[in-house]
């Protein structure tokens, strides 16, 4: 069974760095495509950007371009999700997703995603 | 951007009766080239990673039951639950994936009368 584990809890303060974690267990046959999406405590989903974990192409949401970057480490299957100053407005639970497909042919649904990982910056 | 807008913001369905949710796109997410709708529905419930009900827009996510349906084209679209039942209390959202970035409604809150 596929599953995406993410890294835990972090709390940090405005202006420093933070990587957070999504690693890829199980079926290796599935799409190679991940998304981030933010979810700002009590509001909606945001989609970030996305990654493809073969060559490590990205794609982001213009409203998360130049703040953020997706990386891959394809040698302990986990994408990355990295800030090199934060926001206070960055608080918010951070979840990789899945695309639904296989490595041959996906679509940007997310079909699995992780549990989440909530980020808090403050002073 | 494609913006995604959904009505109504919330709703109170009795147990057993029928719950619907609408969601419009800025623009048409139908390719006619594949002649399919870039249209997804989630659910999630409180405390919980979002779920995924339906692509395509009304193909069905395996395992989800048949009681969720998805229906429209184009521009506006609907998630009817045809007979709610306590666990589908939650938010639902849906997500257009027709051109990056891909957005999200606003989500609809459905709860039980």
């Known amino acids: 069974e596929v599953q995406l584990v993410q890294s835990g809890a972090e709390v940090k303060k405005p202006g420093e760095s933070l990587r957070i974690s999504c690693k890829v267990s199980g079926d290796s046959a599935s799409s190679l495509w991940l998304s981030w999406v933010r979810q700002i405590p009590g509001k909606g989903l945001e989609w970030i950007g996305r990654i493809d974990r073969s060559d490590s192409y990205t794609t982001y949401s213009p409203s998360f371009q130049g703040h953020v970057s997706i990386s891959t480490d394809e040698s302990i299957s986990t994408a990355f999700l990295q800030w090199t100053s934060l926001k206070a407005s960055d608080t918010a639970m951070y979840y990789c997703?899945?695309?639904?497909?296989?490595?041959?042919?996906?679509?940007?649904?997310?079909?699995?995603w992780g549990p989440g990982t909530e980020v808090s910056v403050t002073t | 951007d494609i913006v995604m807008t959904q009505s109504p913001d919330s709703l109170a369905v009795s147990l057993g009766e029928r719950a619907t949710i609408n969601c419009k796109s800025s623009q048409s997410v139908f390719f006619s080239s594949n002649d399919k709708n870039y249209l997804a529905w989630y659910q999630q419930k409180p405390g919980q990673s979002p779920k995924l009900l339906m692509y395509w827009a009304f193909n069905r996510e395996s395992g989800v039951p048949d009681r969720f349906t998805g229906s429209g084209s184009g521009t506006d679209f609907t998630l009817t639950i045809s007979s709610l039942q306590a666990e589908d209390v939650a938010i639902y959202y849906c997500?257009?994936?027709?051109?990056?970035?891909?957005?999200f409604g606003p989500g609809t809150k459905v709860d039980v009368k």
């Open positions: 997500q257009q994936y027709y051109r990056s970035p891909f957005t």
């Open positions: 997703a899945r695309h639904k497909g296989d490595y041959l042919s996906s679509i940007d649904a997310f079909d699995l």
